[in-house]
Nanobody
Framework: QVQLVESGGGLVQPGGSLGLSCAASGRFFSINIMRWYRQAPGKERELVAS???????NYANSVKGRFTISRDNAKNTVYLQMNSLKPEDTAVYYC?????????????WGQGTQVTVSS
């Protein structure tokens, strides 16, 4: 099994910055794609950004130019640096990853971390 643990959420003023991290632990052979999703109250969960093990990235249009996803493969950790934050970025942010283990290739979710952008 694989556990994903997020950290770094909190309250920030509009225009501010915040960094999230997500560490994968457990018994697995490799982590393939790692992703950040978010879900705002009353809205569907949406993909924010993704990164492959080779470092290729993709972003939602709403965060392009403001958010940066990165990863440290040696630490099995993915990061999300969020700049120029807006109130509409307020949501619970979830880490997601595809991992290879003795159970095969499976998808895993973290527990989520709250990000609130407000003055």
């Amino acid at each position: 099994q694989v556990q994903l643990v997020e950290s770094g959420g909190g309250l920030v003023q509009p225009g501010g910055s915040l960094g999230l991290s997500c560490a994968a632990s457990g018994r697995f052979f490799s982590i393939n794609i790692m992703r950040w999703y978010r879900q705002a109250p009353g809205k569907e969960r949406e993909l924010v950004a993704s990164i492959t093990s080779g470092g290729s990235t993709n972003y939602a249009n709403s965060v392009k130019g403001r958010f940066t996803i990165s990863r440290d493969n040696a630490k099995n950790t993915v990061y999300l640096q969020m700049n120029s934050l807006k109130p509409e970025d307020t949501a619970v942010y979830y880490c997601n990853a595809d991992a290879n283990s003795s159970y095969g290739l499976r998808n895993y979710w973290g527990q989520g971390t709250q990000v609130t952008v407000s003055s």
